[in-house]
């Protein structure tokens, strides 16, 4: 298994400013994952963070407004851009278990309240 | 892209009773997951089960992955059970990217 931190584990924001979200594995993993949770929703993959390379992005999310950083194998960043109302969500990162295909483990989340 | 659906979206049980809960999906998947979502958002893993049957104390896995679904069994519910239930799976030819289901959302009363 792994042990995914968060940083924040919540926040709340004002309209127009951005927000980073922090994530640390204790372990190297290969893939990282970021997650949104809409409140009552369910959870809507926004990007794949890949180290050495540019994350790649799900349909609907794009990269001026949700900037990723994967500088090394156990840490990554997802960045909320020019944030507005409907962005107040549950951001969580997940990484893959080695082997590929495997069990994939969730970070906390972070809980951000855009006003 | 695959579908993945969950029935019955709300349950509501009385504590000790037994239920089970379904998810079905529209296409071959290389991962299947069940997480238990808390109260306070932590996505908890249940099971990783892409085909086959598990246990796990008081719950149970099974997924058939040539008829596309999977059900989990909770048996002599309690309070604590109470949350969201995700399914979750990877399309098979994916790069292991999680959809999930939209949930079921389970209140256990005392």
């Known amino acids: 298994s792994a042990v995914i931190s968060q940083k924040p584990s919540r926040d709340i924001c004002q309209r127009g400013t951005s927000l980073t979200i922090q994530c640390q594995v204790d372990s190297q993993v290969t893939m990282m994952f970021w997650y949104r949770q809409q409140p009552g929703q369910s959870l809507t993959l926004i990007a794949t963070a890949n180290q050495g390379s540019e994350a790649t992005y799900e349909s609907g999310f794009v990269i001026d407004k949700f900037p990723i950083s994967r500088p090394n194998l156990t840490f990554s960043t997802l960045t909320v851009s020019n944030m507005s109302p409907e962005d107040s969500s549950i951001y969580l990162c997940s990484v893959e278990g080695t082997g590929g295909h495997e069990t994939q483990y969730f970070g906390p989340g972070t809980r951000l309240l855009v006003l | 892209g695959i579908q993945v659906e969950q029935s019955p979206p709300d349950l509501i049980l009385q504590e000790g009773a037994n239920s089970t809960l379904r998810c079905n999906f529209s296409d071959s998947v290389n991962n299947l997951q069940w997480f238990h979502q808390n109260p306070w958002g932590q996505l908890i893993n249940l099971f990783y089960?892409?085909?086959g049957t598990k246990q796990n104390g008081r719950l149970s896995a099974t997924t058939v992955a040539t008829e596309r679904y999977s059900l989990l069994y909770i048996s002599s519910s309690q309070t604590t059970d109470s949350g969201v239930y995700f399914c979750?799976?990877?399309?098979?030819?994916?790069?292991?990217?999680?959809?999930f289901g939209k949930g079921i959302t389970l209140s256990v009363r005392p």
């Open positions: 979750a799976v990877d399309l098979a030819g994916a790069n292991s990217k999680l959809t």
């Open positions: 089960i892409p085909s």
